[in-house]
Nanobody, 118 residues
């Protein structure tokens, strides 16, 4: 059974930092692309950052230079370091594991709330 378990969310003031973690089990972690998505109230879920099995990263324009995604294949864990947080970063953050474009290998965590107060 595949499980993605996020942790590290919480309440932080504008300009603060948080580090999210996502521990994966039930998959061969090293061969998956790992991503962080977020969904704010009334908005669609959007990609925040992703890292391929080869270590290539990509970021949403809104978080470039502030957020960093990293993976530790020895721990089956992906991280999202979030610095200089803004109120507009407030959302539920979801961990994703996928092997797109192949279908049938796309998994989600339960989400963790990040709230940035102004």
């Amino acid at each position: 059974q595949v499980q993605l378990v996020e942790s590290g969310g919480g309440l932080v003031q504008t300009g603060g930092s948080l580090r999210l973690s996502c521990a994966a089990s039930g998959i061969v972690f090293a061969i998956y692309t790992m991503g962080w998505y977020r969904q704010a109230p009334g908005k669609q879920r959007e990609l925040v950052a992703a890292i391929t099995r080869g270590g290539t990263t990509n970021y949403a324009d809104s978080v470039k230079e502030r957020f960093t995604i990293a993976r530790d294949n020895t721990k089956n864990t992906v991280y999202l370091q979030m610095n200089s947080l803004k109120p507009e970063d407030t959302a539920v953050y979801y961990c994703n594991a996928n092997m797109r474009p192949w279908s049938g290998y796309d998994y989600w965590g339960q989400g963790t709330q990040v709230t940035v107060s102004s």
